[in-house]
């Protein structure tokens, strides 16, 4: 299994930011994903799943509004829109695999599998 993120880099107090996941050694189609971020000395945090048709989403209460999660199964890829961005979304953004087939990736404990990693910070 491979989980390879880009995407992040610095954006502005209300700026946009995209991230992308490419997934491979598995198949992604039938798999809930999500992505998770961590900051310096905080547990890591689910902020959006997706089911693995994409038909029903997740949000935290700290991003509901603002982020978007989206996948695309022809291109074993996944999305993170991110928007109107605050200095607390600083973090280091993960993509992650839920560990069953067709599990829905609303909850933290279904997942199983991280990428590395790109970092997000929001500051002017």
């Known amino acids: 299994v491979q989980l390879v993120e880009s995407g992040g880099g610095l954006a502005q107090p209300g700026g946009s930011l995209r991230l992308s996941c490419a997934a491979s050694?598995?198949?992604?189609?039938?798999?809930?994903m999500g992505w998770f971020r961590q900051a310096p000395g905080k547990e890591r945090e689910l902020v959006a799943g997706?089911?693995?048709?994409?038909?029903?989403?997740f949000y935290s209460d700290s991003v509901k509004g603002r982020f978007t999660i989206s996948r695309d199964n022809a291109k074993n890829t996944l999305y993170l829109q991110m928007n109107s961005l605050k200095p607390e979304d600083t973090a280091l953004y993960h993509c992650?695999?839920?560990?069953?087939?067709?599990?829905?990736?609303?909850?933290?404990?279904?997942?199983?599998?991280w990428g590395q990693g790109t970092q997000v910070t929001v500051s002017s």
């Open positions: 992650s695999k839920t560990a069953a087939f067709f599990s829905s990736g609303f909850k933290a404990y279904e997942y199983d599998t």
């Open positions: 050694g598995f198949g992604f189609s039938g798999y809930g």
């Open positions: 997706i089911t693995w048709s994409g038909g029903n989403t």
